[in-house]
């Protein structure tokens, strides 16, 4: 036999255990504490009319274990386990109290297991498909991988970005400006092969573009960049020996420096009469407004540039591939004339004629340096620029004096007993 509960007790019990097995979402007690306020995970008791508030009876048949079993995966259907729960609740409740007492039936609350038909309650287990997510890379279409190809650039240059500070987060910026420039070169140049555009609608697109340039020109490059006025900066004077033979002496300007690239490397100083090598002289130093020399070492950068006209400026690599070989168009040498066939010596830490020579060290702030412009180098009008090798160093840039660069290929055949 069983004991006896009353009908809100056994829907009560019924309901926690369900509830216990995550079938039931919301738990349907009151807290014991009045003063407390209702969580939000509680309901009120449901409403049952007066008729059917009758003494539940549950007829002695076999008792099945409660314990949740794995069911076929489905979607759960919540609107069912209510129907299918209540119903039950009611036709229990619908018999009479006579009938109850005849069958001498009796109820048994247990937290594990509850006796009731297995034909009129079916134990369901929500189920909820794991949802693909939205934005793996498998689900990214090629139009949304392209939109990210311009969004992450631009991304980086709007935003801040926590992980760098200072230089860094500036030069983060600038590279994805690159990036953005360069992912948008084919989306500009491939419609105008596409709609086969006129050359004066194309000369129209020209003057678009060029007009952007000048704008980075002249607000970027030669503007912010370039603009900084800082306590110290680097200064030098340039001078280049003339050789005496008549070929290098004609059609020239008195005024201005001349370098002859296949000219040969020494030549003898009519002065002192020491064969030096020839090469344009730079003497170099670092001064602030009042003429005071910086007392430090200091590594400077040297950069040739070539001129042309309207003064548009070109960057002349130290190395160039010509016909599959990697050739020097300039670098710079020691002072001194070595004796033996190699007389020149390139001027870096190893005398290596295939390492760069583009930044050299600056004795407590003053230095002589000897550049030579090499035959595979256009010939032309040509400056250097020093700037600082280490970002560290807030030196201001330098900027030479105009030199050409000229070739006298037949100025080797020299007649016996010239001297330079």
């Known amino acids: 036999m069983f004991p006896y509960f009353k009908d809100d007790d056994i829907f009560l019990n019924t309901a926690d255990n369900l509830k216990s097995f995550g079938l039931f979402p919301m738990s349907p007690r009151f807290p014991e504490d009045t003063d407390m306020e209702l969580e939000a995970t509680r309901l009120p008791l449901p409403f049952l009319p007066q008729h059917s508030r009758k003494k539940l009876k549950l007829e002695e048949t076999e008792v ?3 314990r949740i079993k794995a069911a076929s995966p489905r979607t759960p259907d919540f609107a069912d386990l209510e129907t299918s729960f209540f119903e039950d609740y009611e036709s229990t409740s619908n018999l009479s109290s006579a009938e109850s007492e005849d069958s001498g039936s ?3 609350s247990s937290s594990l297991t509850i006796g009731v038909k297995k034909e009129q309650l079916t134990p369901i287990i929500p189920f909820f498909p794991k949802q693909e997510n939205l ?7 090629p139009d949304v991988k392209q ?3 311009f969004t992450e650039p631009l991304n980086d240059i709007l935003l801040p970005n926590e992980m760098y500070t200072g230089f860094s987060e500036v030069k983060h910026r600038y590279e994805g400006f690159k990036t953005l420039v360069t992912r948008l070169i084919s989306p500009l140049r491939d419609p105008v092969e596409d709609h086969n555009l006129t050359q004066a609608q ?3 697109l020209k003057k678009m573009i060029i007009h952007v340039q000048e704008e980075l020109q002249t607000a970027l490059v030669s503007g912010v960049l370039d603009e900084r006025i800082c306590e110290w900066k680097f200064n030098f ?3 280049c020996p003339l050789p005496m033979d008549g070929v290098y002496r004609q059609n020239i300007d008195q005024s201005t420096i001349y370098f002859f690239k296949d000219h040969a490397k020494t030549y003898v100083c009519q002065i002192s009469g020491v064969k030096r090598p020839y090469a344009l002289e730079m003497d170099v130093y670092v001064q602030n407004k009042h003429g005071h020399i910086l007392p430090q070492d200091v590594d400077v950068k040297i950069g040739l540039f070539r001129v042309f006209p309207g003064g548009r400026t070109q960057e002349v690599p130290e190395f160039k591939i010509e016909n599959g070989r990697r050739k020097r168009c300039w670098g710079m040498i020691k002072g001194d004339v070595l004796k033996g066939k190699s007389r020149i010596c390139v001027m870096n830490k190893t005398n290596d004629k295939s390492k760069s020579t583009a930044v050299q060290t600056l004795r407590h702030g003053r230095g002589k340096l000897f550049g030579r412009v090499e035959i595979p180098a256009l010939p032309g009008l040509h400056r250097w ?3 600082p090798a280490n970002l560290s160093d807030d030196i201001g840039k330098a900027v030479g004096s105009d030199f050409v660069v000229k070739s006298k290929r037949t100025a080797r ?3 016996r007993g010239e001297q330079l």
């Open 64 to 66: 099945m274990d409660f």
């Open 106 to 108: 009796t109820y048994y």
């Open 135 to 141: 934005f793996s890379l498998q689900s990214i279409t």
């Open 147 to 149: 939109d990210r190809a």
């Open 202 to 204: 194309r000369n129209h």
């Open 237 to 239: 004077s340039l001078n």
């Open 385 to 387: 620029v020093l700037t």
């Open 413 to 415: 055949k020299r007649k």
